[in-house]
């Protein structure tokens, strides 16, 4: 396993993090079997762990909580908040309001006093970064949290809330978590040199396109993975973006066989090998998939290799652009681009 240094909190964190998204309802995964995970992931040399408040409505914290339990001390431990947790109009968002009450919620379902890290997991366009940052700030001083980070937040959004910190004289955002992989390339574009530009640590989620570098989707083959039961349309190969993908796929399959590699490390190789990236946010369902994921922990890419998938799918390029998360919200209501 490889380390590297969490931006510039002096946290040394595992290349390899466990997400722990499929604990639960999402993933179909029991306690046994998420502690199992667990245990096998801080044995292989992973000590970052990454839930949120809104997986399983709070059952992966849980989990994680119980799996975790007489080694707190061991573990970088993180969490997030600001989806909505539940109908009413204020269990949401990042006020200081809801953030107080979530942490206290979070905590309560992890079995901790404090998270190390603690991340607002979207851009929240209807409330102030000081009103943010003053209460992840407060939180801070109070014990309750470690650090704090944001998670898909648009580049020019990371840029205001560093600002914001300087300009209000509170503590800043020390991460990003965004989505990327070999077929969703964009934030090379804009969000990891900004990133670089102000030492921000970065964990990167979906480093395996919900499964589509997995090796399990090839070429007329049916589709198995289990996000193709809830995200249809993600791999109807009806869709362009889609072809475009299946076609990416194959060809990186080719690279991958020759290099002797398989897809899963071809893919997680790709997104540590990255300067500005410190880890990839692994999310296994079963300790199977577990296992396939930590055969990459040490894969080192080529340069030779990495410009072969350069020419499959072009720096900063998205091959399904509209699975974005952190659009403006402008280009997403028509409303607020009329006046």
Do not use: C
């Not at 409505?57 to 119980?66: A, H, I, L, P």
């Amino acid at each position: 396993m490889q380390y590297r240094t969490l931006g510039r909190t002096g946290v040394q964190v595992s290349s390899l993090a466990l997400g722990a998204m499929n604990f639960g309802e999402i993933g179909r995964t029991t306690q046994d079997e998420a502690t199992a995970i667990v245990d096998a992931a801080l044995e292989s040399g992973i000590n970052i762990i990454d839930t949120a408040d809104m997986y399983s409505g709070g059952e992966s914290e849980q989990m994680v909580g119980k799996a975790i339990a007489g080694r707190r001390d061991d573990i970088v431990l993180a969490t997030k908040a600001n989806m909505p947790m539940g109908d009413e109009r204020n269990h949401q968002g990042s006020s200081r309001r809801w953030l107080v009450t979530a942490l206290d919620d979070s905590l309560r379902r992890l079995g901790v006093d404090h998270v190390d890290l603690y991340q607002i997991h979207r851009w929240d366009p209807r409330t102030g970064d000081e009103e943010t940052l003053s209460a992840l700030t407060d939180l801070q001083r109070a014990g309750k949290i470690r650090y704090f980070g944001s998670s898909t937040f648009p580049a020019y959004r990371i840029v205001q809330a560093q600002w914001a910190a300087r300009e209000h004289r509170l503590s800043r955002y020390v991460t990003e978590q965004p989505s990327y992989s070999i077929l969703q390339r964009g934030i090379e574009t804009h969000v990891l040199p900004v990133t670089e530009e102000y030492g921000l640590g970065v964990l990167a989620w979906s480093p395996l396109a919900s499964g589509w570098l997995s090796g399990a989707i090839r070429a007329g083959r049916e589709v198995t993975t289990s996000r193709s039961t809830f995200m249809p349309q993600r791999f109807d190969t009806a869709i362009p973006s889609n072809r475009a993908r299946l076609d990416a796929v194959e060809q990186l399959a080719k690279v991958a066989d020759e290099a002797g590699l398989t897809m899963i490390q071809l893919a997680l190789g790709f997104v540590t090998a990255h300067p500005a990236v410190t880890s990839a946010l692994i999310g296994p369902r079963t300790l199977d998939h577990l296992h396939s994921q930590l055969a990459a922990a040490d894969t080192v890419l080529s340069a030779d290799l990495l410009d072969e998938i350069d020419a499959i799918v072009a720096p900063g390029t998205d091959l399904a652009a509209h699975e974005k998360y952190d659009t403006p919200p402008a280009l997403l209501d028509p409303s607020l681009r009329r006046r």
